[in-house]
Structures are given as C-alpha cells and as structure tokens.
C-alpha cells in the first residue's frame, strides 16, 4: 500500500541537541512539506519541496533545516537554535502546485525536548 | 490576508444528533477546498476535496458543501466513531491554508 511513513513515532532529547525526524513516501508525489501542529493551532508549514534537490521556507523556518536528495524522502532536522521544539510533527506529500490534488499525511512524530 | 476559520472549536453531540461545522475562508485563487479527520496522535486522514461553489461530497454519515465564502461538514445521525477533530484547508496552488480544527464528541 502506497503512504508515508514518519519515523520514529515518539522522539526525546536534551536541550541542545540537533535531531532528525524522518519522512518517507512511496506515492510517487513530486511535491513534500512539514508541518508543526501545538494544541490549539493550526497545522504551521516550516518548510516544502516541490522538485528534488530544492525546497522553500515556510512561515516559521527558523530552527529547522531540510533537505530533499531523493523524491521518496525529506528529512527534517530540528537544531539547538528552534526555541520551543517540543511539538508534534506532520510530513505531508502530493502532486506539484497548481494540481488541486490534497495533501496526503504520515502518523507524525512526538518530539519532546527537555 | 489568506486565512480560515474553523467554528464551533468543540462540539458535543449525542449519538444521532446531526449538526454542521464550519469552515469559512478567505483566499486569492482558491484551488480546492479540503476536509480532514484526525484522531489523536495521528495524522489528518482525508475525507473530501471540494473545487466550485455548490459541489457537495458525501461519504457515510458526511457531506461536505461549498460556497464562495465557506464550507459546511454535515454529520447526520453520528455515531461514537465519529469522534475526533476535523479540519478544513484551501489550496491556492503551492499554499495550504488550514483551520484550527473542530473538535467533536459524540456521546453514546
């Protein structure tokens, strides 16, 4: 069955620690994002990737790093620098802008940081 | 500004007690517009894609309308499984808009 999968389901780390959550998708779809979801708000874009090898900054990038080397994949890296890390994590694929197609999402990741 | 809204914020309903949620948006160039469930701890699970003003899409005990200004999310006659959050979203094109969620209980 074609998804994504995110990994690892629950992360905990040290304060000033970097930490990678990963996202894998085997749907074919050209176009990846992350998202920030903290109670009582909206899902919060940190960044998106419509081609493989580029990506932009969404509306709250800083603290955060990315990058997309293969079309199945978009890690995302949480650095020392993000001051509030502990959230829950969504990576969300489809097709390139302009489709209409929805946005398909993985299970998440639960960072905690303390 | 591109936003939306969501209301009521919580709902409570009895089993079979239908009711509406709302979606209400204002964005340039509205590609589609999309409905979300989410369970906690999981990832929003898509339920419908609505494109024009007056489209409906039904599936079990939903039906998700549209206007020019906002969505509808009709529950008729819910079920406990029912419960969990639901969101709205519109697409411009590379831009997902989302609503802060509506949050539904239904009570045996």
């Known amino acids: 069955d074609g998804g994504i999968t995110q990994s690892p389901k629950y992360l905990f780390r040290k304060e000033g620690q970097n930490v990678t959550l990963s996202c894998e998708q085997n749907?074919?779809?050209?176009?990846m994002y992350w998202y920030r979801q903290d109670p009582g708000q909206g899902l919060r874009l940190i960044y998106y990737?419509?081609?493989?090898?580029?990506?932009q900054k969404g509306d709250i990038a800083e603290g955060y790093s990315v990058s997309r080397e293969k079309k199945e994949s978009f890690p995302l890296t949480v650095t020392s620098a993000q001051k509030n890390p502990t959230a829950f994590y969504l990576c969300a694929s489809t097709y390139p802008g302009g489709s209409n197609s929805p946005l398909h999402f993985g299970n998440g990741t639960r960072l905690t940081v303390t | 500004e591109d936003q939306v809204t969501q209301s009521p914020e919580a709902l409570r309903l009895q089993e079979g007690e239908s009711s509406s949620l709302n979606c209400s948006y204002t964005?340039?160039?509205?590609?589609?517009l999309f409905w979300y469930r989410q369970d906690p701890g999981k990832g929003p699970e898509f339920l419908f894609t609505?494109?024009?003003a007056g489209e409906e899409k039904e599936k079990e005990r939903l039906k998700a309308t549209l206007t020019k200004k906002e969505s509808f999310l009709h529950i008729t006659a819910p079920k406990p499984e029912d419960s969990a959050t639901y969101l709205c979203?519109?697409?411009?094109?590379?831009?997902?808009?989302f609503g802060t969620g509506t949050s539904l209980t239904v009570i045996p």
């Open positions: 609505l494109y024009s």
């Open positions: 979203a519109a697409n411009t094109g590379n831009q997902f808009y």
């Open positions: 990737s419509q081609i493989v090898n580029d990506f």
């Open positions: 749907l074919n779809h050209d176009a």
């Open positions: 964005v340039s160039g509205l590609r589609g």
